[in-house]
């Protein structure tokens, strides 16, 4: 006569772990590898001909018109393409009935499910290349400032003025509105002043 040996054996962990791992997959799999691409190609590109032009030409007016028409390409591919698909945020100027200019933030909402239709490695890059340039163009204009380098500052501060624009524009959409941004910073300065104001008081007890 047979016997159950009472045991069940549950593969549901193994489903579960198949799960996961196909989450995994998704977040850091690239959903837009073209937005991806052009997110940092011009911006990258236009870095590298600043650094470059000089070696590879000695036309001034070639490499700057080269160097605008990187900074504006990717002013529009940012500001109208890659921030849509690889983050779900957008920023844009209208003009009301009235004739006021007016700035609008948006962030796309999360669906129902909690899913985004970014992933992660997506949002990284674009963060990354969103923050990261526009550093890269101060210390640039620091440079041309400090080395004399007058005809440079042009080209320099276009390329702060358009990419600062976007990562502005971008923070707002993430952060919120002006508000939000001011209590953000104030709540920061208001911690960082108690924690040193607790140490201070710590040391002192000691």
């Not at 969103?130 to 620091?142: E, G, Q, R």
């Not at 276009?158 to 600062?164: A, I, P």
């Not at 002006?178 to 008081?201: E, I, P």
Request: proline content about 1%.
């Amino acid at each position: 006569m047979l016997r159950d040996s009472g045991e069940d054996i549950e593969d549901v962990s193994l489903f579960d772990a198949d799960d996961e791992a196909s989450r995994r997959a998704k977040k850091s799999k690239l959903r837009h590898p073209v937005a991806s691409f052009f997110h940092l190609f011009f911006r990258v590109s236009a870095i590298v001909v600043y650094l470059l032009c000089e070696l590879l030409t000695s036309s001034f007016i070639a490499c700057m018109v080269t160097i605008i028409l990187l900074l504006s390409c990717d002013f529009w591919a940012v500001k109208n393409v890659t921030g849509r698909l690889m983050v779900g945020l957008r920023w844009w100027n209208q003009v009301d009935d009235d004739g006021r200019s007016q700035w609008i933030f948006e962030a796309r909402k999360v669906s129902a499910q909690g899913s985004k239709a970014s992933s992660e490695a997506e949002s990284r890059i674009f963060w990354l290349g969103l923050i990261t340039c526009p550093m890269i163009w101060v210390i640039f204009a620091f440079s041309a400032l400090f080395s004399f380098k007058v005809k440079w500052l042009a080209v320099v501060i276009m390329g702060v003025v358009l990419q600062g624009a976007n990562l502005y524009g971008y923070i707002r959409c993430k952060v919120g509105s002006r508000k939000n941004l001011t209590s953000m910073a104030t709540s920061y300065l208001g911690k960082q002043f108690l924690r040193q104001t607790v140490a201070k008081d710590d040391q002192t007890a000691s």
